[in-house]
T-cell receptor, first 111, second 115 residues
Framework: KQEVTQIPAALSVPEGENLVLNCSFT??????LQWFRQDPGKGLTSLLL?????REQTSGRLNASLDKSSGRSTLYIAASQPGDSATYLC??????????FGAGTRLFVKA | DAGVIQSPRHEVTEMGQEVTLRCKPI?????LFWYRQTMMRGLELLIY????????DSGMPEDRFSAKMPNASFSTLKIQPSEPRDSAVYFC?????????????FGPGTRLLVL
């Protein structure tokens, strides 16, 4: 059974700091991995989608990597800003349409 | 595009009452998903539809839960009778792709409180 774990559960950093969020999954047989952002009281917004054949994806200040063999992914946020404060969820698609979500990392960037 | 639309945004009801949650997916999307999010269990997939047909409802917790998609632009999730443990945020999401390779677009959610 696929399980997704995110560490840390919460993180507080000063503005401008570079940071890394971690995601691990138990079964390396995945179609893709996604990082989502969730703001309080809102739905999820997809940030980056990495297909199983890819190693990383970049969008602006965000970079996500995928190492299937070790069951790990990282989300790197450069030069963090207060507007980056949100919960970040990692999700893997083991096959078909099912998506398994991690519990999320709650990020707070202090001005 | 207005994105995925869910209604109501908030619902407070008493135990035993019927609750109906509504979702309008993004036009042209052929996959639709219902999720439930709680502090204890995180985000869980309840059911997904492809081309209006339920493909997998193994995540539906009990027979009290049912979902329909009568056409490509509308879906409902019904709880009858509702119980306090059903209190959660219910999200609807849609995807343009039937292969599972594309991202899902989430609605704002319905926050349900069963007293």
């Amino acid at each position: 059974k696929q399980e997704v774990t995110q560490i840390p559960a919460a993180l507080s950093v000063p503005e401008g700091e570079n940071l890394v969020l971690n995601c691990s999954f138990t079964d390396s047989a995945i179609y893709n991995l996604q990082w989502f952002r969730q703001d309080p009281g809102k739905g999820l917004t997809s940030l980056l989608l990495i297909q199983s054949s890819q190693r990383e994806q970049t969008s602006g200040r965000l970079n996500a990597s995928l190492d299937k063999s070790s069951g790990r992914s990282t989300l790197y946020i450069a030069a963090s800003q207060p507007g980056d404060s949100a919960t970040y969820l990692c999700a893997v698609r083991p096959g078909g349409f099912k998506t398994i979500f991690g519990a999320g990392t709650r990020l707070f960037v202090k001005a | 595009d207005a994105g995925v639309i869910q209604s109501p945004r908030h619902e407070v009801t008493e135990m035993g009452q019927e609750v109906t949650l509504r979702c309008k997916p993004i036009s042209g999307h052929n996959s639709l998903f219902w999720y439930r999010q709680t502090m204890m269990r995180g985000l869980e997939l309840l059911i997904y539809f492809n081309n209006n047909v339920p493909i997998d409802d193994s995540g539906m917790p009990e027979d009290r839960f049912s979902a329909k998609m009568p056409n490509a632009s509308f879906s409902t999730l019904k709880i009858q009778p509702s119980e306090p443990r059903d209190s959660a945020v219910y999200f609807c999401a849609s995807s343009p792709d039937s292969s599972g390779q594309e991202t899902q677009y989430f609605g704002p959610g319905t926050r349900l409180l069963v007293l």
